[in-house]
Structures are given as C-alpha cells and as structure tokens.
C-alpha cells in the first residue's frame, strides 16, 4: 500500500502542472482512496499549506494589504464555520442501503456531500466562469466567505477564490501573491479546526503513511515547481477531469 500511496500522491502533486487543475482539486479524491475521508481532507489541507508557504516566499512583496484583508478576515471565519460543519458530520451518518447485482451498498452523508462538492468544483474549474460571471468589487468579502466557507468544509477554495479577486483589476503578480496569501489564511484556520477535533486521533494509528503521503506529495509539487513548465494539456485535463468524476460518483455511491 505504502508504494502505491506515495506514487500516487507524487504523481497526483505533479499534475497540477498540465491539468489546469488545482493541488487540493486533484490531491483529495487521490487520498480519498487510501484514508477516510476527514483525513484526507485534512492530509490535502496540510500538503496545501506547506505548497502556499513555499508560494509566498516568491511571490509575497507583491501581495495587496487591503484586498487580503477585504477578502481574508470573512475567509477565516468562515473557513473556521466550514471545518466546525466537517466536524459535526465527520462521524459515520449513514443515509440509505441499496442493492446492486447481489451486493449492498451504503450511502454515507459526509461521502455524498465531499462527493457532490468535488463534482460541482470540477466543473467550475472546467469552464471560464471566472471571466463570464459580473461581480462587483464590493462584494469580494462575500468571495472570502464563500471560498472560506467551502475551503474549511472539503478543502475547495481555489475557483471562487479567483472569480471575486479577478475583478479587482489586479496585475498578475498581485492577483497571484493575494491568492496565495488568502489560501495560507483559509489553511491555517481550518487546520486550527481540524487537529482539535476527534478525528485527528487517527493520526496515532496511521502516523507513518500519513506522513509518508504528505511527503510525497509535497515532493511532487516541488519537483514541478523546479523543474517543470507549468502548461495546459488539453487531453491531461480531459482524462483528470473524467477520473475525479467517476471517483466522486463511487464516492457518493458508496462503492468506496
């Protein structure tokens, strides 16, 4: 399992360089296959925040003071409110049973919502909405609770994050820099949450594949950065794309 995990986690990490996709879009269903799901979470959370540390350090002299204050402070109390609902809904809620082709199956409540969230992020990240959709630059503390909110709840930040902050007429540089600076304030609250509820216990039991899967893919995404071009393959896309879909409806499913 180790060898497969930390294939899997590296190999997840470096394809955020020609997928398009973000590192917590791709890297939570990946540790969604060897963890139950709040470790997962909370395993991308950290692989997440150790990635956003490495970012600042390059890009931070650019960051805009008073977008990430506008946009951070309602991201961190709502980020904190996300990973309080995970909490509630952490333990085993099951909803219904059903049979399929002689065996049962359960749906479970927190799979099926991280299930529905990791579609429905999938496909914003798909489509140009960001460029599409009017929002006005009064409204970017509702970007900072909605991103806050649904990054503390299954980690998924990255694409309401930049629909808000697109509109602020930022240079790239800036754009890039505040939205580091906002993921580091979302990760960090949600940790703060995370490692004080129940089920950071787990991490006693399985101390060492969780340790080994955060190295890993912290290890992917660093070999990217160094040595890699970030571009866009549209076929990489395509097959990430299809792959998260078909896990999220497994997921939901039960049939995982």
């Known amino acids: 399992?180790?060898?497969?995990?930390?294939?899997?986690?590296?190999?997840?990490?470096?394809?955020?360089?020609?997928?398009?996709?973000?590192?917590?879009?791709?890297?939570?269903?990946?540790?969604?296959?060897?963890?139950?799901?709040?470790?997962?979470?909370?395993?991308?959370?950290?692989?997440?925040?150790l990635n956003n540390l490495f970012k600042i350090s390059l890009v931070g002299h650019h960051t805009k003071i008073r977008v990430v204050l506008l946009f951070g402070i309602p991201a961190c109390l709502f980020a904190i409110m996300g990973a309080q609902v995970l909490a509630q809904i952490s333990a085993p809620t099951y909803l219904w049973q059903y049979t399929f082709q002689n065996q049962t199956y359960e749906v479970e409540l927190l799979k099926l919502i991280i299930a529905l969230l990791m579609i429905v992020?999938?496909?914003?990240?798909?489509?140009?909405?960001?460029?599409?959709?009017?929002?006005?630059?009064?409204?970017?503390?509702?970007?900072?609770?909605?991103?806050?909110?649904?990054?503390?709840?299954?980690?998924?930040?990255?694409?309401?994050?930049?629909?808000?902050?697109?509109r602020m007429n930022l240079s790239k540089e800036a754009f890039i820099?505040?939205?580091?600076?906002?993921?580091?304030?979302?990760?960090?609250?949600?940790?703060?949450?995370?490692?004080?509820?129940e089920f950071w216990l787990h991490w006693n039991a399985q101390r060492f594949p969780l340790f080994i899967a955060t190295i890993s893919a912290l290890a992917g995404s660093l070999a990217g950065k160094l040595l890699l071009p970030k571009f866009k393959l549209g076929f990489v896309t395509f097959f990430v794309s299809v792959a998260i879909l078909i896990f999220s409806v497994a997921l939901g499913a039960g049939w995982v």
Not at 10 to 24: E, P
Not at 148 to 162: D, P
């Open 1 to 49: 399992m180790l060898t497969w995990l930390c294939i899997a986690a590296f190999g997840a990490s470096l394809l955020t360089f020609f997928s398009g996709f973000g590192l917590g879009t791709i890297l939570l269903p990946v540790f969604a296959m060897f963890f139950p799901i709040p470790q997962a979470i909370l395993l991308t959370a950290i692989v997440h925040l």
């Open 121 to 166: 992020f999938t496909i914003l990240e798909l489509l140009p909405l960001s460029e599409k959709i009017r929002i006005k630059p009064n409204l970017l503390w509702m970007g900072g609770a909605l991103s806050g909110f649904f990054g503390g709840l299954s980690g998924h930040q990255g694409a309401l994050r930049s629909m808000f902050l697109i």
């Open 177 to 197: 820099a505040c939205g580091v600076a906002i993921a580091l304030i979302i990760d960090i609250s949600r940790i703060s949450i995370y490692i004080t509820d």
